[in-house]
């Protein structure tokens, strides 16, 4: 397993931006697919953005492409998420995860390490 820390979280107006961080730990940090979930209060967490090992691939949820951009460094063992155009409805705590498989899944039982969270609010 990886250990993972998120940072970069915040208060922003909407129509801002903020970038997200996540350092993982151990020198398999390349093998692992990454993602992003995040959760609101009262609600489920649900899947925001993943990226595969190579960085090659990306997949993101409806509700935020276009506005958000998932990237990662594998020299760094780092992954990022750069929020824009952000909405009062992005207001959750972020959660960095890693899934072994290596591919960028979208599905929350692919992830088996996951971060402390961060949060994100966006005032309207």
């Known amino acids: 397993q990886v250990q993972l820390v998120e940072s970069g979280g915040g208060l922003v107006q909407a129509g801002g931006s903020l970038r997200l961080s996540c350092a993982g730990s151990?020198?398999?940090?390349?093998?692992?697919?990454m993602g992003w979930f995040r959760q609101a209060p009262g609600k489920e967490r649900e899947f925001v953005a993943a990226?595969?090992?190579?960085?090659?691939?990306?997949s993101y949820a409806n509700s935020v492409n276009g506005r958000f951009t998932i990237s990662r460094d594998n020299a760094r063992n780092t992954q990022s998420l750069q929020m824009n155009s952000l909405k009062p409805e992005d207001t959750a705590v972020y959660y960095c995860?890693?899934?072994?498989?290596?591919?960028?899944?979208?599905?929350?039982?692919?992830?088996?390490?996951w971060g402390q969270g961060t949060q994100v609010t966006v005032s309207s």
């Open positions: 995860a890693a899934a072994g498989r290596g591919t960028a899944s979208p599905r929350y039982s692919d992830y088996g390490s």
């Open positions: 151990g020198r398999t940090f390349s093998r692992y697919g």
């Open positions: 990226i595969n090992w190579s960085g090659g691939s990306t």
